[in-house]
């Protein structure tokens, strides 16, 4: 699956409702989203918070030719969630705008150690940023896209509405936490139903 480019607007129809998507996109994303512990917050990805950020992107970058919005739309594709796969964009947040190069080396290693547990059942630990070809293990970074490859045992639980849990076991950053009821059904309706919806409407509508 992937976001069609001819369906993204123009720059000119963007600009022309982008106030109001912004206040939708904004709920929208804080719904999706979840803290984990004091430095770490994920956004659970879909097609409505992906094809946002492609209309932020081409409206800051002003660009206007199809070939542009196909590149975009095929680089923010990769991240579309589908029955077998959840996808998050992990964002580390620390106080000081200029944090120290340890503490941040420290949470990027971290980023590594990310996982979703849904009982009974093994932990399903997020590959990180496996688009790139050091994953940003010797370099670090304040954001990582994760990627959760859910087996079929995962998927029914997750059908079933069984708490879901979110941890991060590196051992100097060793947190974990129950998503919230709505996150997780809105993350069980991307397994039930996410080659059949289109929720791009949620916002543009």
């Given at each position: 699956?992937s976001?069609?480019?001819d369906?993204?607007?123009?720059?000119?129809?963007?600009a022309?409702?982008r106030?109001?998507v912004?206040?939708?996109?904004?709920?929208?994303?804080?719904?999706?989203?979840?803290?984990?512990?004091?430095?770490?917050?994920?956004?659970?990805?879909?097609?409505?918070?992906?094809r946002?950020?492609?209309?932020?992107?081409?409206?800051?970058?002003?660009?206007?030719?199809?070939?542009?919005?196909?590149?975009?739309?095929?680089?923010y594709?990769?991240?579309?969630?589908?029955?077998?796969?959840?996808?998050?964009?992990?964002?580390?947040?620390?106080?000081?705008?200029?944090?120290?190069?340890?503490?941040?080396?420290?949470?990027?290693?971290?980023?590594?150690?990310?996982?979703?547990?849904?009982?009974?059942?093994?932990?399903?630990?997020?590959?990180?940023?496996?688009?790139?070809?050091?994953?940003?293990?010797?370099?670090?970074?304040?954001?990582h896209?994760?990627?959760?490859?859910?087996?079929?045992?995962?998927?029914?639980?997750?059908?079933?509405?069984?708490?879901?849990?979110?941890?991060?076991?590196?051992?100097?950053?060793?947190?974990?936490?129950?998503?919230?009821?709505?996150?997780?059904?809105?993350?069980?309706?991307?397994?039930?139903?996410h080659?059949?919806?289109?929720?791009?409407s949620a916002?543009y509508?």
């Amino acid at each position: 699956m992937s976001i069609d480019p001819d369906t993204l607007l123009s720059l000119d129809a963007y600009a022309a409702v982008r106030t109001t998507v912004r206040t939708r996109a904004i709920a929208y994303r804080r719904a999706r989203s979840v803290g984990l512990g004091p430095s770490m917050r994920l956004c659970f990805e879909d097609e409505t918070t992906l094809r946002y950020q492609i209309q932020e992107v081409l409206h800051a970058e002003r660009m206007r030719s199809g070939s542009d919005r196909a590149e975009q739309a095929a680089l923010y594709s990769r991240w579309l969630p589908g029955a077998g796969r959840w996808t998050a964009t992990l964002m580390i947040e620390l106080p000081s705008p200029l944090p120290e190069p340890a503490r941040m080396q420290a949470l990027s290693r971290a980023a590594h150690r990310i996982y979703l547990a849904c009982r009974p059942g093994a932990r399903v630990f997020a590959l990180a940023n496996g688009d790139l070809p050091d994953r940003h293990l010797g370099r670090p970074s304040g954001v990582h896209f994760l990627s959760f490859e859910l087996d079929a045992g995962l998927r029914h639980r997750v059908a079933e509405r069984r708490p879901l849990e979110l941890g991060c076991d590196d051992h100097d950053y060793a947190f974990r936490r129950q998503l919230p009821p709505l996150l997780s059904d809105a993350m069980a309706l991307d397994v039930l139903i996410h080659s059949q919806h289109s929720p791009a409407s949620a916002l543009y509508a």
